[in-house]
């Protein structure tokens, strides 16, 4: 065979990299040559951009992943697996740093196997890391000079995103074994050091028996260590980890700020800061320190990756505020937290919001905290289980996903032809358990009477209804915090545009918008024609629109941006970095509607919902609302009928909880609706059983939500 027809799609597109007509066999010593010259390739895209790195990494994926099945298990076959392994280090660096940890974990993955599937949720196979018995001495010894780095980028996704523990678990002791034997043969200490500390808090994390000899052996070492390698240890010490120190957690900061400053980097000094803000009078002294040094930390980030990849890369990084977040919830304000998430998320182009919100830290302690204007409640500290991680399970159960919470990684069999439907039979515990996590009869005992906030901020969010949940509660409905931004008026609405993607019920749908309209004097455009890209801008462009209603199909990945979106006639996914480079009026803020699936989903990060479709359009300028998981059509064309029947007195927030009223008796729905329009063909849709079966419940009423 020829190299090229080795690597056939690598070749085709770029056909100047190498001489693709050479003769190529595996059963030669070429393997570690060939692996190096993809490698330095990578290395030369990535001047040009992270994504010219990784598209060239997915041909090298594609092309290797051929040549496995090809090959099988014979003589050659290490060789392949240390190329794999080899060609791999590139993009997992680079997933790593993006905050991708989801296409990251599929990398670190593929490495190491020749069966697993890069893109399926779930995966079985044997994974084995170098060296690789059949391989050349000189591709083990490559593989082997790259093996810290994966050991450390792996210990890391393990705890950030999970679905590695038991892995990590098996191979700690002889990933622990190789970077000592690094160390003793006096490689560099900074790389070595940094991989036994991910480790150590990978293993801090989840309890397991490697943690504190560890961390022991770091605090005895700590002394002898440079300082570069000083400051990696100390940030260690600042997390649960100090118990086996002698030390607390402060202490430690307190002393890498006053020995370690100089050698500190990127986010530490930050990091190192807010553990130290303990008390009140603590934090009013570095306030102002404090919030400099998280706007300059994500100016750092804005300006080191591309636009569509800088809140990414942030979002990846929001666990260093949460020790002064959590700080805050305990002696501060919704004001000084409202500052604080500013400086992380906020931009020079608009101004902060108000603080008129409530606050809920959805895993504080073994509960959760609330703060308000001049008030704060905490619940649930007193319970002896996590409440959260109960959610997280009902959550996954009721929406057919994998939702990891405090107590590590579980097994949970998805079917992938399921994956994210709801299932309306959990319902009801889902709601026990957002009862018992958020104790919201608590809530509304120490709320002010007659008190409504602009917003609701949640950190860390989750995919759960706590917005419905919340309006059945308390009688309001608030709008939840994606934009982080003062928004302009709200338009009155005077013209309705409406995007007829084809659905089962559109048709009804659009009749009874077009209803409302007539009603309320509002002039309303339909789309006609194509439905592409090209007709979409302008739709979305259209200064005259006060209301943006899209009727269609939605995509959401759970990893990945650029596949999420408005799904286009022929299957296009229009996705939200394609949309927000069209230009949208500035004159008022406008409602977007978007009743497809899943536009209102997020990749949970552990900051605020910001990595979604909806949330990315969600500005100054625009107001958004739509359903949090996929949707049944009974319930789309429910909420879309109900929630436009109140648009033309109520302003988005009221109208959506009555919506949600609504949807909850599908009786005095189906009577509201009538009153506009007896003859309505949406009532046919929704008179079944089945239909008021499935709108009744709480995964149809809660689904949808409003963005400010």
């Not at 309001?476 to 982080?484: C, G, H």
Request: proline share 4%; glycine share 6%.
């Amino acid at each position: 065979m020829t190299l090229g027809e080795t690597f056939p799609r690598t070749a085709a597109a770029w056909p100047d990299l190498v001489r693709w007509d050479a003769n190529f066999a595996w059963a030669g010593g070429s393997a570690a040559a060939i692996a190096q010259l993809l490698i330095d390739k990578m290395v030369e895209l990535q001047m040009q951009g992270r994504a010219a790195l990784l598209e060239f990494a997915k041909l090298v994926r594609l092309d290797l992943t051929d040549e496995t099945t090809r090959v099988g298990d014979g003589d050659c076959a290490a060789q392949i697996d240390a190329v794999r392994f080899l060609v791999s280090s590139p993009a997992i660096a680079t997933t790593l740093a993006l905050g991708q940890n989801g296409d990251c974990y599929s990398w670190l993955h593929w490495s190491a196997s020749r069966t697993h599937v890069f893109d399926a949720r779930t995966n079985s196979g044997q994974y084995r890391l170098p060296p690789f018995d059949g391989a050349s001495a000189d591709a083990n010894q490559l593989c082997i000079a790259h093996l810290t780095d994966w050991i450390s980028a792996a210990f890391m996704i393990a705890r950030k995103l999970g679905g590695m523990d038991q892995w990590c678990a098996d191979i700690a002791d002889f990933c622990i074994a190789h970077v000592l034997d690094e160390l003793v043969a006096g490689l560099p200490e900074d790389d070595r050091v940094t991989a036994i500390v991910t480790i150590a808090n990978w293993a801090t994390d989840r309890d397991d028996p490697h943690a504190e000899p560890l961390v022991q052996s770091l605090a005895a070492m700590f002394d002898h260590l440079p300082p570069r390698a000083r400051a990696t240890v100390a940030m260690l010490f600042t997390t649960s980890a100090s118990r086996w120190t002698g030390r607390t957690h402060q202490e430690w900061a307190r002393l890498a700020l006053d020995e370690l400053r100089p050698v500190l980097v990127e986010h530490e000094a930050l990091q190192f800061l807010s553990v130290t803000l303990d008390t009140l009078d603590r934090w009013a002294a570095a306030r102002t320190e404090v919030l400099a040094e998280i706007r300059n930390l994500v100016s750092q980030y804005r300006a080191g990756e591309a636009a569509d990849q800088a809140p990414l890369a942030l979002e990846a990084r929001v666990s260093i505020i949460h020790p002064l977040i959590f700080n805050l919830t305990e002696y501060g304000t919704v004001d000084d937290i409202v500052d604080v998430l500013w400086a992380w998320y906020g931009d020079d182009n608009h101004d902060r919001p108000d603080a008129n919100v409530l606050f809920v830290g959805s895993a504080h302690r073994h509960g959760v905290a609330y703060l308000w204007p001049g008030g704060r409640l905490h619940v649930g500290e007193e319970q002896p289980v996590a409440t959260l991680q109960l959610l997280l399970d009902a959550l996954s159960a009721a929406l057919n996903e994998y939702f990891r919470g405090p107590d590590g990684d579980r097994v949970r069999w998805l079917d992938d032809r399921m994956i994210g439907a709801p299932a309306f039979d959990m319902a009801d515990e889902l709601v026990r358990a957002m009862s018992s996590h958020y104790r919201l009869d608590a809530l509304e005992g120490a709320l002010p009477q007659g008190w409504r906030p602009r917003s609701i901020i949640v950190l860390p969010a989750h995919r759960d209804p706590l917005q419905a949940l919340l309006a059945s509660q308390l009688g309001w409905l608030a709008p939840l915090e994606a934009s982080v931004t003062a928004g302009q008026d709200q338009r009155e609405i005077r013209r309705l545009s409406v995007w007829p993607g084809e659905t089962h019920t559109t048709e009804a749908e659009v009749s009874f918008l077009t209803a409302v309209a007539q009603r309320s004097g509002w002039t309303v455009n339909v789309v006609a024609g194509l439905l592409d890209a090209e007709a979409f801008q302008t739709f979305y462009e259209d200064v005259e629109a006060d209301l943006l209603w899209v009727i269609g199909h939605g995509a959401q990945s759970p990893f990945r941006q650029n596949e999420s979106g408005l799904i286009l006639a022929g299957g296009e996914v229009l996705t939200s970095a394609q949309i927000s480079g069209f230009v949208q009026p500035n004159d008022g803020r406008r409602l977007l509607v978007l009743n497809i699936c899943s536009a209102t989903a997020t990749q949970n990060r552990g900051g605020l919902a910001r990595i979604g479709f909806g949330h990315d359009l969600t500005t100054a300028a625009q107001t958004v609302v739509g359903h949090l998981w996929p949707i049944d059509y009974f319930a789309a064309l429910a909420f879309g009928c109900s929630f436009a029947l109140d648009l033309p007195s109520l302003g988005p927030a009221d109208a959506l909880k009555s919506a949600v009223d609504r949807m909850k008796t599908p009786a005095t729905l189906l009577r509201d609706l009538e009153g506009l329009d007896r003859n309505a063909s949406a009532l046919d849709r929704l008179r079944s059983d089945r239909a008021a079966e499935q709108i009744s419940s709480i995964l149809s009423w809660g689904s949808p939500a409003l963005l400010t």
